[in-house]
């Protein structure tokens, strides 16, 4: 059997988040309404949100050494998820990310460092838990040492979840190496503009079994190999929305645990879009994932 449902590869950050009643100016010096500081980063955020859902999860990943690094790692501790697999490396700056959100608006602008964190270190114990586990999910952070994983895992017959950005280097590739590709928006439209329904029949031709575009507010649109039948899901409505930050991390976090479930793929969209708008309610990525009640709650409310 199994040892992990999930073993996400590629980046764990702390995020500094502030919130602020106007974006400054040039030049200009503001005090926030309120902070916080939280664990971040693309696939640790997934991998938390699925830990909280209730699913035995490891972290692949590195840190840098000191305070930072150690919170990076005990944020995801807390949630239940494996750090074992997590590397320090001494005497490198640690990733992390400076957040600005506005008030009642919840956009944010983000400034990622990533530290002096350039590769990530390979062991044995990453390609053993690879191998005992339902299902790989990688951000491609480290792209050359997440190519190599991801493609152990397909070697081993392991699916394997993608979650890469426009900017990631050989961001084809990586789609190519998906059973599951879940993309925001700008992956797309770096390539395809808005025809979201070419991309999607595309990235099925590349090899996807399943194929997502998140849409933001405007929810988000699929398609699965079995019938190709493209499916588009709103936005789950929550008020207010505090803070947008992380909220497609979740929705990765979320699918895959529908698709762990063999749930109906249009129950994982609906799914998937509920845990990312009620993580909204609330600042950063981590404080707003739902528990799988109150995921369920709002499921089986949800009318569209």
């Known amino acids: 059997m199994p040892k ?8 764990a950050t702390v995020d500094h988040l502030n919130v602020v009643d106007h974006f400054p100016e040039k030049d200009q010096k503001i005090v926030p309404l309120w902070s916080s500081l939280q664990g971040g980063g693309q696939a640790a955020n997934a991998v938390a949100c699925m830990a909280r859902l209730g699913m035995k999860t490891a972290m692949i990943g590195t840190v840098g050494d000191g305070p930072i690094g150690q919170f990076a790692i005990e944020t995801l501790k807390q949630e239940g998820v494996d750090t074992s697999l997590m590397v320090k490396q001494e005497g490198h700056a640690p990733a992390i990310s400076s957040i600005i959100i506005e008030d009642k608006i919840g956009s944010r602008t983000i400034v990622a460092d ?26 491609a952070h480290f792209p050359e040492e997440n190519m190599k994983l991801v493609k152990f895992a397909r070697e081993n017959s392991i699916p394997v979840c993608i979650d890469a950005e426009p900017h990631t280097p050989n961001y084809q590739e990586f789609a190519k190496l998906a059973d599951l590709l879940i993309v925001s928006r700008r992956f797309v439209e770096n390539q395809f503009g808005h025809d979201y329904e070419k991309a999607l029949k595309e990235y099925i031709k590349m090899g996807a079994k399943i194929a997502v575009v998140t849409l933001g507010k405007y929810g988000a649109i699929g398609v699965q190999k079995q019938d190709m039948e493209i499916y588009s899901v709103p936005e789950y409505y929550v008020e207010p929305v505090v803070d947008t930050t992380g909220a497609g991390d979740v929705f990765h976090g979320a699918f895959l645990y529908g698709w762990l479930q063999k749930w109906d793929f249009k129950k994982i969209m609906k799914f998937s879009n509920v845990c990312a708008s009620l993580k909204c309610l609330k600042i950063g990525g981590r404080l707003g994932m ?9 499921l089986e409310s949800w009318k569209f």
Do not use: F, Q, W
Request: hydrophobic share 40%; net charge negative; glycine share 6%.
């Open 114 to 139: 990533r530290g002096e964190l350039k590769t990530m270190p390979i062991t044995d114990a990453m390609y053993d838990a690879i191998k005992n586990c339902k299902v790989v999910h990688s951000d």
């Open 4 to 11: 992990y449902d999930v073993v996400a590869i590629g980046g």
């Open 290 to 298: 739902p528990t799988l009640e109150e995921a369920l709650t709002a």
